[in-house]
């Protein structure tokens, strides 16, 4: 009910927005407009943003339309995917015992040490999305059909145009990256074959329940005390600053942190600048992967509290940058693992490591593949659950290549990752390979000293 008021709210400033922006781009000679005022100044980059902007915008009544629309469209669909799989149960028998359990549990038994439970889940999981594909198809048809319209009378050329430059980026970068990620696969599909063979599999094929699977006989499992312990001593090497900003987050309850029925699954961190603070979703079930993953979400965060005394129309950042802090905290953990782990413990975590870029370059290349071909089909027609999952296995195809098990691939990826649904951040994490492997290098340079950079983070992530 607060969320439709709020979404209310926000489109009756579409007149304003709209306005001001067309304004804008009316104005004579604008360098010495914005030179007449030092406020004026500090924001020439937004000034500059909007008009661009504003070369798409549509008539000031359609703008006012679409965006009160857009409330009972794209915004809708979303919420409905949300309460799909932040409801949904899946029926798991284990060890002779049916239970009912919340997805991102059952999801996160995909890290299990024992690989019956592995395969368990990962069955039980595919079986249960029957209850919600139909739903889940019609949201996700509903929101690109309207992305797709309004890229075109935008006067895009096509979405992935339209996010491009939402994104800050052009053609040209994005073709880069993605060539650079061809050329890598090779590489990344040979760790994947020894995981296989490793894992007893025979074919030195991996199937996907055993993606996630834990390598060396290690059980390195954390209390969320032992968690905030170990991300805040590990940042304190690095800048003061940002360990007691860590520790402001863990001890203020910034962290919705255990995996329940009524959860999403995943995890996420919104910057809530009027107030000076974050908030941040985990589904925290004790593996250091977890403890990765809420060093990533805290750099979110910590990014954006760099951008505090910036005014609000200054902090906004777009998805090609959106990862740095993230993924540089992140690193921080990992590489202090390394440094008071034995030999065994080692192998987890550079495993572990090696799974998430895996998941980083491999994984968000057949979703940039899937969301380009379901794109390319919706504008002929609305897709049908067979359609989506064929589309998806298609893109796993095309990632993975002959390193993933064809018997066990999953056509459902697309239910349950919330990215799709997401009408104004199409294309969602495109750019992040390339940020995941800058980010890596730039942090071991410095500590090998071959790059000086003070350590004071804010100026990294200014």
Same mark, same amino acid.
């Given at each position: 009910?607060?969320?439709?008021?709020?979404?209310?709210?926000?489109?009756?400033?579409t007149?304003?927005?709209?306005?001001?922006?067309?304004?804008?781009?009316?104005?004579?000679?604008?360098?010495?407009?914005?030179?007449t005022?030092d406020?004026?100044?500090?924001?020439?980059?937004?000034?500059?943003?909007?008009?661009?902007?504003?070369k798409?915008?549509?008539?000031?009544?359609?703008?006012?339309?679409?965006?009160?629309?857009?409330?009972t469209?794209?915004s809708a669909?979303?919420k409905?995917?949300?309460?799909?799989?932040?409801?949904?149960?899946?029926?798991?028998?284990?060890?002779?015992?049916v239970?009912k359990?919340? /997805?991102?549990?059952?999801?996160?038994?995909?890290?299990?040490?024992?690989?019956?439970v592995?395969k368990?889940?990962?069955?039980?999981?595919?079986?249960?999305?029957e209850?919600?594909?139909?739903?889940?198809?019609?949201? /996700?048809?509903?929101?690109?059909?309207?992305?797709i319209t309004?890229?075109?009378?935008?006067?895009?050329?096509?979405?992935?145009?339209?996010t491009?430059? @939402?994104?800050?980026?052009?053609r040209?970068?994005?073709?880069?990256?993605l &060539? #650079?990620?061809?050329e890598?696969?090779p590489?990344?599909?040979?760790?994947?074959?020894?995981?296989?063979?490793?894992?007893?599999?025979?074919?030195l094929k991996?199937?996907f329940y055993?993606l996630?699977?834990?390598i060396?006989?290690?059980?390195?499992?954390?209390t969320?005390? &032992?968690?905030?312990?170990?991300?805040v001593?590990n940042f304190?090497?690095?800048?003061d600053?940002l360990?007691?900003?860590a520790?402001?987050?863990?001890e203020?309850?910034?962290i919705d942190?255990?995996?329940?029925?009524?959860?999403?699954g995943?995890?996420f961190c919104? *910057?809530?600048?009027p107030i000076?603070?974050?908030?941040?979703? #985990? @589904?925290?079930?004790?593996s250091?992967?977890?403890?990765?993953?809420?060093a990533?979400?805290l750099g979110h965060?910590y990014?954006?509290?760099?951008?505090?005394d910036e005014?609000?129309?200054?902090s906004?950042y777009p998805?090609p940058?959106a990862?740095?802090?993230s993924i540089?905290?992140?690193? /921080?953990?990992v590489?202090? #693992?390394?440094?008071?782990a034995?030999?065994?413990?080692?192998?987890?975590?550079?495993?572990?490591?090696?799974q998430?870029?895996?998941q980083t370059?491999?994984?968000?290349?057949?979703?940039?593949l899937?969301?380009?071909e379901?794109?390319?089909?919706?504008?002929?027609h609305?897709?049908?659950?067979?359609?989506?999952?064929?589309?998806?296995l298609?893109?796993?195809r095309k990632a993975y290549?002959d390193?993933?098990?064809e018997?066990y691939?999953h056509p459902?990826?697309?239910v349950n990752?919330p990215?799709?649904?997401?009408?104004?951040?199409?294309?969602y994490?495109?750019?992040?390979?390339?940020?995941n492997?800058?980010?890596?290098?730039? /942090?071991? *340079?410095?500590?090998?000293?071959?790059?000086?950079?003070?350590?004071?983070?804010?100026n990294?992530f200014?």
């Amino acid at each position: 009910m607060y969320l439709e008021k709020i979404e209310k709210t926000v489109s009756e400033t579409t007149e304003f927005d709209v306005a001001f922006k067309k304004w804008l781009l009316k104005l004579d000679k604008i360098e010495e407009v914005i030179n007449t005022s030092d406020v004026i100044k500090q924001h020439k980059f937004i000034i500059k943003e909007s008009i661009k902007s504003a070369k798409h915008m549509l008539s000031d009544e359609q703008e006012i339309v679409i965006s009160k629309m857009k409330n009972t469209g794209s915004s809708a669909w979303s919420k409905l995917q949300e309460f799909l799989t932040s409801t949904h149960t899946v029926e798991i028998s284990l060890e002779g015992e049916v239970k009912k359990l919340p /997805l991102p549990v059952v999801r996160n038994m995909a890290y299990s040490e024992e690989q019956y439970v592995r395969k368990t889940a990962y069955f039980a999981e595919l079986k249960s999305y029957e209850k919600i594909e139909n739903s889940s198809a019609a949201a /996700l048809n509903g929101i690109k059909g309207e992305v797709i319209t309004l890229s075109k009378l935008r006067g895009y050329s096509s979405p992935l145009d339209m996010t491009l430059q @939402n994104s800050r980026m052009d053609r040209e970068t994005l073709e880069a990256m993605l &060539e #650079a990620i061809k050329e890598y696969l090779p590489y990344f599909r040979d760790y994947l074959k020894k995981k296989a063979e490793l894992l007893g599999h025979k074919s030195l094929k991996l199937p996907f329940y055993d993606l996630f699977a834990p390598i060396g006989k290690v059980d390195m499992k954390f209390t969320y005390d &032992e968690a905030r312990k170990f991300i805040v001593e590990n940042f304190k090497t690095f800048s003061d600053e940002l360990a007691s900003f860590a520790d402001r987050a863990f001890e203020e309850n910034w962290i919705d942190a255990e995996p329940r029925e009524g959860k999403r699954g995943g995890a996420f961190c919104y *910057n809530l600048h009027p107030i000076r603070e974050s908030r941040i979703l #985990a @589904n925290f079930d004790g593996s250091f992967s977890n403890v990765t993953t809420i060093a990533h979400e805290l750099g979110h965060a910590y990014h954006g509290n760099c951008l505090m005394d910036e005014t609000f129309l200054n902090s906004n950042y777009p998805m090609p940058i959106a990862e740095t802090a993230s993924i540089f905290c992140e690193t /921080l953990i990992v590489d202090a #693992a390394l440094k008071i782990a034995n030999r065994e413990e080692k192998i987890a975590i550079l495993e572990n490591s090696l799974q998430s870029s895996t998941q980083t370059i491999v994984d968000i290349y057949s979703r940039f593949l899937f969301e380009d071909e379901v794109f390319r089909r919706r504008e002929d027609h609305s897709l049908s659950v067979d359609e989506f999952k064929e589309i998806m296995l298609d893109a796993q195809r095309k990632a993975y290549g002959d390193a993933l098990d064809e018997k066990y691939m999953h056509p459902y990826m697309w239910v349950n990752k919330p990215h799709y649904y997401y009408a104004d951040a199409n294309y969602y994490n495109f750019p992040t390979p390339l940020v995941n492997y800058l980010l890596r290098d730039l /942090l071991r *340079n410095i500590k090998r000293g071959k790059l000086s950079l003070q350590r004071n983070t804010r100026n990294c992530f200014h």
